[in-house]
């Protein structure tokens, strides 16, 4: 699996780009290795209340989602990650409870926010 963080479908070519504050995720830390699909597209990394998306590395847990819009919803906390799993749109593997806290926290604000459409449930 290769690493591509550039553009996907449309998206804004500095998605992966973003990173800064994330007041949700204050006191976690933790990696998330990221994908669509069959591949991999980089690493979300939380550090005490910031985040950012790395080349693909070791992490604690793994987020695939069915779509990048899906990927992009949940980094922008546009998209609820309980519902976006039990709808079959994304599958986790590793530690489970990290996955939902850190994005459950982007909720609260993200770098990604506004990057896909507000119809997402």
Known sequence: MGTNTGI????????????GPAAGVAHLWGRIRLGVGDGTIGCLKVADGTVEILPDREAEASLIADSPETLVGLLGGETHPVVARLQGRVSTTGNIALVIRIFLGLQAGSPWSGLVEKSQP
């Open 8 to 19: 996907i479908d449309g998206l804004p070519a500095d998605w992966a780009a973003r990173r």
